[in-house]
């Protein structure tokens, strides 16, 4: 009887040590983070006090992109969540802050100053954009489709509502790529709101 309980302590010590070395072995990859960027400044901000303000309220985005992990799609209606690939921020957050500071690039030479609508100081226009969809495939294309409003506050066209579908493709592969691609649809949204203020601004 003694034996067999030895046997049985030899038995049970290697295996543990067994699992122990697997253990060790076996390490998770490292979690990449992500940010959208926006588009490159190619002269310095104007230093003159703005003409008008426009206050961005926060962007609103489907509850399936309210997480910290980037979301992909693998289908019409099926999708895939990274463990290992996740937004440094939060997301909505993000895509706002990109907005404000693409809108300030692409309207300086109008003299607007873009700001988030909690520190907008008398805005003369406000922006609101509602997310349907922001995602995409690494080895192919993003997909953005917006529903975004311009409201002149001001002037006498008051309201603008559009829709935009945007599609951009991914230049090199991988989440990388995938991230660039997000953030030059941004960009591309960011150019349709910009032309439809100048439009409103210049209208009788």
């Known amino acids: 009887m003694k034996l067999t309980n ?29 940010t959208l960027a926006p588009l490159p400044r190619t002269q310095a901000a104007a230093s003159t006090r703005p003409e008008f303000t426009i206050a961005v309220r926060p962007v609103a985005l489907p509850d399936l992109l309210e997480r910290p992990q980037i979301v992909t799609r693998t289908g019409e209606s099926t999708v895939s969540v990274s463990d290992f690939q996740r937004w440094a921020g939060m997301l909505k957050k993000d895509f706002s802050r990109v907005l404000v500071e693409n809108l300030n690039i692409l309207l300086q030479d109008a003299r607007a100053a873009a700001a988030t609508d909690d520190i907008a100081l008398d805005p003369e226009f406000i922006v609101a954009v509602h997310v349907n969809r922001f995602d995409g495939r690494p080895e192919d294309r993003v997909r953005l489709s917006a529903v975004w409003s311009v409201r002149h506050l001001k002037g006498k066209h008051g309201l603008a509502v559009r829709e935009s579908l945007i599609e951009e493709k991914n230049e090199t592969p991988g989440y990388p790529g995938l991230v660039t691609a997000h953030s030059r649809a941004v960009a591309s949204l960011s150019r349709e709101i910009a032309a439809e203020i100048r439009a409103m601004k210049a209208a009788p």
């Open 6 to 34: 030895r046997r049985i302590s030899s038995f049970a010590t290697t295996v543990a040590a067994a699992l122990l070395f697997i253990g060790c072995g076996h390490t998770s990859p490292a979690v990449e983070y992500y």
